[in-house]
């Protein structure tokens, strides 16, 4: 089975400062997608980047960008010029090959991000 | 565009009470899920739906049932309520596309006492 695993339960940054949040994962599929969400105190899930396990190119949104190492199976979120409305609950998420007629999607436990001005 | 709609937002329960979480998505997806959020645990799958009429189960089902009523609503029940049931409920939809993420409801707090 797979798992998601995101050591840092918690972190904090100045504003305008770079961080980086750590993920790994543990999988023996080689099709695969995964994600970063943002959970603010609104409760809403924000899918931030997704990023395909075939593609080697790191993506990339405006200030967030990923390092995905397949062969480490570790997929980091780097968050720069951090801005306040960036203070949010970030969740790794993993999505499965096709199974069942369908995905699933397993979550890591999620790392709580502060933002200091 | 209203997206995953869950209701209610907020339920207090007794323990031993039943209640039923309700979903509806209008973005014509195939794929449906019910995820449980705990401190220090993440999402965790409880139920999911691939299509209409059917239902497998996930990381955590027990103490749960689901219902894919339609295309559109996917259910949560809670047939006799525990306090370790206390958790905020998320459902998410997918349209089970290769490149699709899930798409998530606004989440119900339920506290079971």
């Known amino acids: 089975a797979q798992t998601v695993t995101q050591s840092q339960p918690e972190m904090s940054v100045q504003e305008a400062e770079t961080v980086t949040l750590s993920c790994t994962y543990d999988?023996?599929?080689?099709?695969?997608?995964l994600f970063w969400y943002k959970q603010p105190p609104s409760r809403q899930m924000i899918l931030v980047i997704r990023q395909e396990a075939y593609k080697q190119q790191n993506a990339t949104e405006n200030r967030f960008s990923v390092n995905f190492q397949k062969a480490a199976k570790s997929f980091s979120l780097k968050i720069s010029d951090s801005q306040l409305g960036d203070a949010a609950m970030y969740f790794c998420?993993?999505?499965?090959?096709?199974?069942?007629?369908?995905?699933?999607?397993?979550f890591g436990t999620g790392t709580r991000l502060k933002v200091l001005a | 565009n209203a997206g995953v709609t869950q209701t209610p937002k907020f339920q207090v329960l007794k323990t031993g009470q039943s209640m039923t979480l309700q979903c509806a998505q209008d973005m014509n997806h195939n794929s449906m899920y019910w995820y449980r959020q705990d401190p220090g645990m993440g999402l965790r799958l409880i139920y999911y739906?691939?299509?209409?009429?059917?239902?497998d189960k996930g990381e955590v089902p027990n103490g749960y049932n689901v219902s894919r009523l339609n295309k559109r609503e996917f259910s949560l029940r809670l047939e006799s309520a525990a306090p370790s049931q206390t958790s905020v409920y998320f459902c998410a939809s997918s349209p089970g596309q290769v490149y699709s993420p899930l798409h998530f409801g606004n989440g119900t707090r339920l506290t079971v006492t």
């Open positions: 999988t023996s599929e080689s099709d695969y997608y």
């Open positions: 739906s691939a299509s209409e009429g059917t239902t």
């Open positions: 998420a993993y999505r499965s090959a096709f199974t069942s007629g369908t995905y699933k999607y397993i």
